[in-house]
Structure formats: C-alpha cells, structure tokens
C-alpha cells in the first residue's frame, strides 16, 4: 500500500519537475508553485526585471534534491506516514554539528563566557576558560562583544591568526595582520576578492572539476569565465600541470584570459590531499602563466591517510625560489569544518600574500561595507587558531581539549573509511578513498533505462537517482551535475559526518540495499 | 610646544592627502603609502585590475576621516603625547556599546546559555533565562547553535519574526513566514536584494539626500543610478511628493528607469520621523509611478520626539485601498540599533511585502550561497522581536528586563537633546530637532578663508573641517560630503551615543570650543 502511494507520489513530483533539466530551474519550478498560491497581486517587478547573472548562478548544495528533501522534512513534521522511513539523513552538506557531533567544551564555554562577562567574575568555569575570555574582553571595545570591530576584524585576533599560520608553516616570521582579513565563513572572503578581481567578461578564472558549487556560482554572478580544469579520477582525483596547461591555452585561444587559479585542498567534493610536489608544480605553472592563486584550505585539519599530510600553498611558495616565491596568493579558511564544525557561528579568515597595496585596499573597502564580520565567529576563529596549550592553559584545560580533538578526529577518519568502504562493496559504484575533507564523491554507472527515464523527465541521471534515493531511504545525496564531471560520467556527493556507527552502517546498508533495487528497476 | 609640533603635524597630514579631492580617494591614498612600504614585489594583478565599480563605490562612515583616526588610535596607543586629548571619542558609527551601553541581561544570559547549552540544566541562571534558551536549542538541528539554518534561517525565529510585524503594526495575521529572510545585519539584506533586482545601468535607485552610504555605494556596486530626491532641512528634512515626482520626471527625461524608491525612516543621518501622511504620499507616489519601495527602518525602537511615533511602512500600506495596499516593499531591520545596540552580533531580517515568487526564489539562493546568517545573530533577532513578558516569563524578568529597557529609552533621548541644544549653541552651526535615530546632522557655515584652505588641500571644506576636528579634539566626525548633501551647504554627521552626561557635556564643550577656534582662524 505504502509502496504504491510512493509510486505515485514520485510520478506526480517528477512530472511537476518535468519543466527543465537544470537544478536550478528544478528548484525554481517547485518554489514559483508555492509562491503563486500566496501571492496574485499585480507585480512591477517581475521575473524579466531580475539580474540574469544571479539567475544563471547555480548552487546544487542547497538545489533541487535538498529543496525537495526540505518538503519531505515538512511532511514528516506533521506526521506523514507515506514513507519508508522517519527522518532524513541529511549529507547534502558539510554540517556535523547536526549528526550530533560535539563542539570544542573549552571553546564553547569561553564563548559562553564572552557573551555574558559576568561569568568571568564567577566559578562558574575553570580558571582558564575565564582567562581566555577575559584576554578577549579586555581587547574588545569597552569589554564588548557587541561593539563592531575593525572592518577587517579585531586586531587581536588578526594577530593570533597571524602567528599560527606562522607555527603551521615552520615559519618564524608571522604574517603582517594587515594582510589578514576575519569574515562569516570562508565563502564570503572568496566573494569579496572575486568582486574585487574582475572587471571583465574575458578574465577566466580556472577552477577544478569537479568542484564546490560556490565556485562556479560566483564565477557567474561576477561575470568571469569559467575555465575548467579536469581532476584525474583513476588517479585518486590528482591534478596534472599538463592538464593545466592544456586548459589554459584552450581558454586563451577563446580570447579568455586566465586570472585565477582556484585550487581546493583537501579537494572538496573529491576528498584527495595534495601533495607537496604537485602544490609546487601548481605554484610554477600559475607564476609562469601570470594568475594569482585562490587556495581553499578549509580542510586542512581533515587529514584520513596516515601517509598524508596538509601542505599550505603559503608554505610551498616561501620555499620555492625566486620569483616563485612570490606567487600571488589568497588563502581561505573556516571555524565551519576542521575539527569544531562550528557552521553556524559563521567564522573564518583568508590571507593575502604579495597582493598590490591598491587591491588590498578596495577588498577592505568593500569588506567595510558590511562593516565587520559577527563577533562571535571571530572569537572562535581566535580558538580556531590559538588552542589551549601548556604555554596559556593549565594540563588539565590541555588534556580535556587533547581527548576530544584526537576522539573526533579518529572518528572522522573512521566513518570516511566505513563510507569509502560500503559505497565500494555497493552495484554499479567505485569510490576513490577520501583522504581528507569529509566527503565522497563516488562514480556511479547507469544502464540504458535509467539515462532514458532521466531523459523522459528532462533530469541529469544523477538527479535522478538522488531523487528516487530521497524518495525511498530519506537519504539526501547531491547530484555530481551540480558539481560539474566529465561529460558521460555520472556521480554524487555524500558527507561522510553521519554520527553513531549503527547508524552510518544503517544508513549505508539502506542506500545498499535501495541501489540494488534502482538497478534491477532500470537495467 | 605641543600646539607647533601638532601644527607641523597637520601641514605633513594635509600635504600627503593633498593628492585627491574626494573621501574614496582620501582612503585610498593614505593605505598605499602603508601598502607601498610592505610589499616590493612584482604583482600580476594591479590597480587596473579592480573591477572599477568597487573603486567607484564609496563608504564615508568608514572613510577618510575614521581611516585617519584610526592612525591617531595606534599613536596614542604607543604614547604619543602630541595630542591634546588621550583617548579618540568615535561619533563616526552608530556602535552604542563602545561608549559602554550594556546590553539587556536577559538577551545576553540567554545567548551565553545557547552557546553552552550544559547551562541549561544548571541553577546559573533563572528559569525564563533557562526556558527561553532551552526554546531555541530544542527548535535547532540535534540542539545545536554551531549548525547551519536553512538558508533563510531559521523557520521558528523568522515565525517570531512574523509574529512581532503582526503585533506592532495592530495586523492579525502574521505575515508568511517565506517572507522573511535573517541576515547579518541590514546591510547584507539591501546588498542581496539589490544584487537580484538590478540587472541594467539605467535602472535607477531613488536616494534621499542625505542618506546613508551604504545606498549610494551599493548603487555603484550593482551598476545602477543613482536618482537622488532631497530632504527640506528647514522643514526639518522632511520629503515632498512634489520633490519626488520632479526627481523621477528629470531621471526620466535622462532616459532612467527608477525602479526602487530608497526611504530611510526615521531617518539617517537626518533623525527626522516620517509622518503617517507622508507615508501614505510616499507609498501612492512609488505605486503610481511603477516602484517598488525599500524600508530602512532600523532605527523603528529610536524615536525620542513625544509628538512622533513610528509608524511602518507596511501598516500604513495594509491600510490603504487597493492598489495601492499591493505596493512591493521590502522592510529592513536590524539589532544593532533600537535598545540591543548588538552590532557585533550581526542579527537582523527583512520582509518582503507581494513580492514577485521568482524574484523571492533568486533572493533566496543568492542568500544561501553564503549558507546562513550566523545563528548567534539568529536568536538575537528572535530576543529583539520576543521580549520577556508575563506571557511568558516571571514577573521578576519583565520587571529587570522593562526597567533596563525605559532607562536605556530615556538615557538615549536625553542624550539626543543635549547634543542638539549644544551644537546649536556654535558659532555657525544650527541643527534640527533629532526625532529618533541616533545621530544629528547640523548644518555649518564657513566663511571664504576655510573654503579656500579647503580648496587648496583639494578636499571638502566639511572633510576639511572635520579632519581638523579630529587632530585639535580626538572626535571623530563624518563629514556631509559622505552622504550627500544640496550644493554649497556644508554638514557633518555625528552619533548621539556618548554616555555618561559628563563625558557629553565635556565633548560637547571641547567640539563647541574648537569650533569656536576652527571659525576665528578661517574667517
């Protein structure tokens, strides 16, 4: 019974879908829907009246299958029995506070203090929680976390940031602060320096495909070019300088002209690690080619594979010789991922290294328009970058904080492990290992009757399958078109952050076992 | 002694900014001399890269002026002696709590409790303190702050948020709670919208004169026009229907299209608060002339004047006939203003008022690719829009919470009239009532030999005057010139937000005094 309401409740959603073969149009044909029920009244501004650039920009994290997964959500709210399962396991996005992982104690408990200083005057917590707190208070604005700061953030902050890129490069200089900007989450930093970086259609920014959705969006709203270059799957999605260079002068006999060399490390959604040879190779090529690097490093803490380990382009670039180590860098990073997880307090830095004082400027000009990044997430970047040691903390404070970060890091590594493994063991799909990040990005094959009934519905395969995934196990996928793939190769992203091994293994037997069925169904 | 070297210092100052006549240039200057000085090596991407509309938009609060006084920060801080005061009095920015406005204790011992939910369970603090905490965690994904929303944020905060429209503007339907989207800060809110709204350089954007940068910079950076209507300052910077309807004519006639109508209530810089009547006149003029209408109303809880209330845009609409209760409009609000003064907190929402389903769509996925407004900011827009009362929570609460709230009330409306009393006691100077808000906008005169000091520095005779303000008192102004103003008249924009009545009168005195000096000197 249950069983065919679902059948008809997918052909009546697949048909509604039937309008477009985008995520983004997917996603707008559902919303319209809605919208029209709630609103008739003559409008001025309508759909022709609105920025194409903003309409064409595509963001598949938070496009159709999370869309409809967000309806499903709603339904089961109000106690909807129409499906085979109670609640959606959500690994469309990298959020592990939401599987129940816990955040930093000594973190949450100086934030906790900060936001109201009183505490700082109690017993309420350990002596050096409330010195942490204190430091921060007495170097904020009246003792304030409500004032605004700097438009580039504290300058306290700043300079512990400073000083740990410093300590994560075997550097003994720090950075200048100036060239350290605090914002909400590394996806603002990389919009701000995009909109302050290009000024013309032609300018290409290279990106990696596939890649994080963010990317090619904002290459779109800035008005630049995407210029791909194509991750090596079979070899655990490495990059090679002969595919960069081969890109790059495609790009320029197209008379676009190559800006910005976007690299992810760890590669997000592909999980590799890169290492310090090719971080080189990828410094020489983008010198010798006149661009500047945008280096997402927001995974730099999530390292799985013993035999790797996280290399900043910063650190590849002071030790190459000139004029290599001169290289135009921008480097982001986030308090959302790592090991605090803590998406939503919005914190995270990027860094500019040898970048025009004029640039610099206007990116702080900008940035100021904003006025400043939220507080809070610049306190916690502050103990993103300045954990307690023996040097600021007691050995209890040390110990406590030591447990947990080794605790959660082991256990990241171990459900990257249990995904990478059960997707391999599942019909139709491989998975490269995830070395790092917290994500797999599996290809899957599809027979001749699934790519059909895609094609009857106007889908991608892969949304097509992630759909009928959401449908049957409540598991929510992201298709590999919204990431871009190589033409004829077809993929999702899954987070590998699901908490609780009974329930990763439940989970990853469900998609087993509903991978089994979509074959036998369309094969 | 001190006066030459201070005079010596000034020359040195004014020389180096001799290069430029307007604020955006000012700024720019001075940071490349510190730019210059850092980094010697060959840049790939230079001046002539910058996506010129970034150039073009210009931030006055964070300007010349702020960018100088920071510099003068940095001195004292290192024990400069050269100046005649010892700390910088910074009525540059609408940031109430750097002058030592405490924020409400609820809101706060809330937030401190969210940010380590262990204090729910403890006797820290009161059981409403408890409640109102354990509300959020229990409605956020696995009782977490440190998760992403959606991309809205969310959905019990934005029901709050519908709620509290629906209370303060006497409705009893709640507004639809797709129409509200949280963000950090208003800013970002008027960024997003206008980014999905304009989409061609003859789009024109209708600003008051003065207004507040951020409008006029966002214009530039989204590459539309700017149609500037001006404020009677006689009339106590009141608008005209007549005024409006001459500006859209001339756009018009220059072949702009005005499609937003910018109104900034009460009013900043200005103070002034709109009356129901012009209102109504406003909304009719924006409907009949094809317009959809921006609702800056930030500063709703700021109103000081007992003849005055403040009344929304959207209740005057719901209570006209039809069409013109269908008037598209979008609201803006904030908790860095009104009796939070939070801006480090970064909360705020709009609401938009029939606004077209697609339009609402491409809103809401340009706000999601930066994923969601922080939640800290989250659940202090929720604390802004649902106060303590005897519904739900204990007498004792209200009471603490109603009698911070009045005294915070009254200490902010005194202020404002000291401030106006006193600026209209300066030689040259006269300033209108402030009606609400948190800043006043005097007027001043300069005779022939201050205009052609100025001119000869190439700057504004205000920025001018200004920047002598700062090194003779350590008050930090923004001069007229960063918002706009009628030709040949001369403002600038201070903050009413000093506290403590003895440091206000004190400043007051030595800006009166200066002032006195400033107009003896250069005349």
Request: proline fraction near 4%; include cysteine.
């Amino acid at each position: 019974m249950m069983q065919r309401q679902l059948a008809k409740k997918l052909v009546r959603f697949f048909n509604s879908a039937a309008s477009s073969t985008n995520t983004g149009a997917q996603y707008r044909s559902d919303m319209s829907n809605q919208g029209k029920q709630r609103t008739e009244a003559p409008k001025f501004i309508t759909e022709d009246d609105i920025n194409k650039k903003v309409v064409n920009a595509e963001y598949a994290v938070r496009g159709t299958v999370p869309t409809r997964a967000g309806k499903i959500k709603q339904l089961l709210k109000e106690g909807s029995h129409n499906y085979p399962f109670n609640q959606l396991t959500e690994c469309n996005i990298g959020n592990p506070q939401i599987f129940g992982q816990k955040p930093i104690t000594f973190n949450r408990q100086v934030l906790s203090t900060i936001l109201n200083p009183e505490l700082v005057n109690s017993e309420v917590y350990s002596k050096d929680v409330r010195a942490r707190a204190k430091y921060y208070l007495e170097r904020m604005g009246n003792t304030t976390i409500g004032a605004y700061s700097d438009s580039a953030g504290h300058i306290f902050i700043r300079e512990s940031v400073a000083k740990y890129i410093a300590k994560r490069d075997n550097h003994l200089i720090p950075p200048d602060v100036n060239d350290i900007i605090l914002t909400d989450g590394a996806s603002q930093g990389v919009q701000i320096c995009l909109n302050v970086l290009i000024s013309d259609s032609r300018d290409g920014i290279m990106i990696p495909i596939p890649q994080y959705p963010l990317y090619s969006a904002s290459c779109t709203l800035v008005g630049a070019s995407e210029v791909h270059y194509f991750l090596d799957e079979q070899k655990g999605w490495s990059c090679s300088v002969e595919e960069l260079k081969k890109q790059h002068r495609d790009a320029k006999m197209h008379g676009i002209n190559p800006k910005i060399l976007v690299v992810i490390n760890p590669g997000n959604p592909t999980g590799q690690v890169l290492s310090y040879d090719t971080i080189k190779q990828m410094i020489e090529f983008a010198y010798d080619h006149k661009m500047v690097i945008f280096a997402d490093e927001v995974y730099q803490d999530n390292i799985y594979t013993p035999s790797k380990e996280f290399v900043s382009f910063k650190k590849v670039r002071s030790e190459l010789p000139y004029p290599y180590n001169n290289i135009e860098l921008f480097s982001f990073h986030s308090t959302s991922k790592g090991l605090l997880g803590e998406c939503g307090l919005r914190g995270g830095y990027f860094e500019m290294c040898n970048i025009d004082s004029r640039v610099k400027e206007e990116i702080i000009k900008l940035r100021s328009m904003f006025l400043c990044s939220n507080t809070v997430g610049q306190c916690t970047t502050e103990l993103m970058c300045n954990p307690p040691t023996l040097q600021n903390a007691s050995a209890e404070t040390v110990e406590q904080y030591n447990n947990e970060r080794n605790a959660l890091l082991e256990s990241l590594k171990r459900r990257a492990q249990i995904v990478t493994e059960s997707l391999n063991k599942m019909t139709n799909i491989t998975c490269q290992e995830v070395e790092g990040a917290m994500y797999a990005f599996p290809s899957i094959k599809f027979g001749k009757k699934a790519l059909s009934e895609a094609a009857k519905k106007k889908m991608e395969p892969d949304l097509f399958y992630c759909l009928n995934v959401l449908e049957n196990t409540g598991i929510v996928l992201v298709p590999g078109s919204g990431f871009r793939q190589e033409e004829n190769t077809y993929h999702f992203r899954i987070t590998t952050l699901i908490l609780g091994e009974d329930r990763l293994r439940e989970s990853m037997e469900a998609l087993k076992n509903y991978n089994e069925k979509f074959h036998k169904e369309y094969c």
